[in-house]
């Protein structure tokens, strides 16, 4: 019998931005609450070889996939982190609320320097975070018969840490994927009638992607560790970051099913992987050398599935949704081009026109800190960083019919955020940590300012936040113990 509660991500970021995945399916002993769990994660290279070539690639523990971290609600989880690469490296707990615990959170150079080679760093809360419900409370749907994590990837030949480098170095675009990845998972054996919950990640550095399983309904349940009223799909679209669950019966005949993985991609002009990945969902009593039935996948920019999806997600409870605004942003996100000043453009960048590609938020580049934020807001250190983000765009045009082909700064916009005038849900929204944008689309959110810290609102296609798709929130104290951000740790890396 699977105890469910709620579903994160941990990811493993590197000074380059790096990300792992954990996969876990086997039986294990459910938690009981209440206790404290210790881990311990060796950041450890390991050679591999996939697409008939060898490579090193960055782990935890020297898997591929990772461990996974399992809790129940109110445990306390403390994970000492080692960093036995050349590289410098941090933990991100992607979808976990850090509640006075901003020093933990993550993200390099904004909460903490990287942990360096050789150092270590404890924190206190690779792969999914899987957190149950405490015994004997209720569950909102059937209970699954068995469950399954399903990450999805991507995979280059080339070592990620040196395409990068030469992406910001050129300035130019990201070279697509050699292949997307499902685990590394052949097929799921399912008995015919059971209903399974999927735990859905999707896991990759620079596209969104949908998911199907061939001729079976989708139940979302779950997305971003919060519970949702029940909704069915044919597919289910996730940008990278974002977790779901979703339940799925065995209620077809024997056989043997496909479960896919395709692009999605709202863009134009961008070039990207478009082979899937796939694996079976294939039933208890098939031939072993039954022919796969194909899973139908949307079109690559089927926006309409992707806006039934997002539709569709409604909290499962209504929700106190703040009605009294204390602060309103209104932010454009752009991809924008610089002019080149080198005497060679044509050598040294490859973004359009010869320019160099730089993402903005109301015509603002984040540009990489050097020193860790969190440590110079808290220590009163000047020169790190500004505190005059632009609260709405330099000017306002028609973002309906598309943005201006000479927006200001000496930038050309490419593409531009729309809007329009809509009636909010203010009755159950989701809750979600990550928000897909699409070219054209637009998200509205709300949210309390009640964790004091410094926290970082980026762009989750990687390449977007290399080119400076991103701003920090500082969240000042309150009153009180609950509403202020504590000491730092006495083992926070250093610079």
């Given amino acids: 019998m699977v105890n469910f509660a709620a579903f994160c991500f941990l990811c493993l970021s590197l000074s380059m931005s790096y990300y792992l995945r954990a996969f876990h399916a086997m039986a294990h002993e459910w938690p009981v609450g209440g206790s404290t769990r210790f881990y311990d994660f ?22 591929f996939p990772g461990p996974v971290v399992y809790a129940q609600e109110d445990d306390r989880i403390i994970v000492k982190v080692t960093n036995e690469t050349p590289y410098n490296a941090t933990i991100h707990w992607h979808g976990v609320r850090q509640k006075l615990s901003c020093w933990f959170d993550g993200p390099s150079y904004i909460t903490q320097c990287p942990i360096q080679a050789g150092q270590t760093f404890t924190a206190t809360v690779y792969g999914a975070i899987v957190v149950y419900r405490k015994t004997g409370v209720p569950y909102p749907f059937k209970h699954p018969y068995e469950e399954h994590i399903i990450i999805r990837g991507e995979y280059w030949l080339k070592d990620v840490v040196q395409l990068e480098r030469q992406v910001l170095a050129s300035r130019g675009g990201a070279s697509p994927a050699d292949a997307f990845t ?24 620079n596209m969104e992607n949908f998911f199907a399983i061939a001729y079976h309904k989708l139940t979302v349940v779950e997305a971003d560790a919060e519970y949702t009223k029940l909704f069915t799909t044919d597919c289910v679209m996730q940008g990278p970051g974002p977790t779901m669950n979703v339940l799925v019966t065995a209620d077809r005949p024997i056989g043997k099913y496909s479960m896919a993985m395709g692009p999605y991609m709202s863009a134009k002009n961008v070039s990207f992987q478009n082979i899937s990945a796939i694996c079976y969902f294939q039933y208890v009593g098939a031939a072993p050398n039954s022919i796969s039935l194909p899973a139908d996948l949307p079109t690559f920019n089927d926006n309409l599935a992707v806006k039934t999806v997002m539709d569709g997600l409604r909290s499962l409870n209504p929700v106190n949704v ?3 605004i204390d602060t309103s942003l209104f932010v454009t996100e752009g991809l924008n081009v610089n002019k080149c000043w080198s005497k060679t453009p044509q050598q040294n960048y490859q973004g359009p026109n010869n320019g160099t590609f730089a993402a903005s938020m109301n015509n603002t580049t984040f540009v990489k800190p050097t020193v860790s934020i969190l440590e110079a807001y808290y220590k009163k250190i000047d020169g790190h960083f500004t505190e005059d983000f632009p609260g709405a765009p330099h000017k306002f045009y028609d973002f309906v019919n598309g943005a201006p082909n000479n927006a200001p700064n000496n930038t050309h916009a490419i593409n531009g955020t729309r809007t329009k005038t809509v009636n909010f849900n203010l009755v159950d929204p989701p809750y979600m940590n990550t928000i897909g944008v699409p070219a054209g689309g637009w998200a509205v959110i709300r949210f309390v300012a009640d964790n004091p810290g410094v926290w970082f609102m980026h762009c989750h296609l990687d390449i977007h936040q290399s080119w400076g798709l991103g701003a920090m929130l500082i969240v000042e104290n309150g009153k009180g113990e609950l509403e202020t951000l504590p000491h730092p740790p006495a083992d926070l890396p250093r610079c």
């Fill in 42 to 63: 060796k950041v450890q290279t390991l050679r591999v070889t996939k697409l008939c070539n060898t490579k090193e690639i960055v782990t935890i523990n020297k898997m």
């Fill in 322 to 324: 703040p009605k009294e």
């Fill in 182 to 205: 499902i685990n590394d998972v052949y097929k799921i054996d399912v008995v015919p009638g059971k209903t399974y919950i999927l735990r859905l990640i999707n896991a990759t550095l």
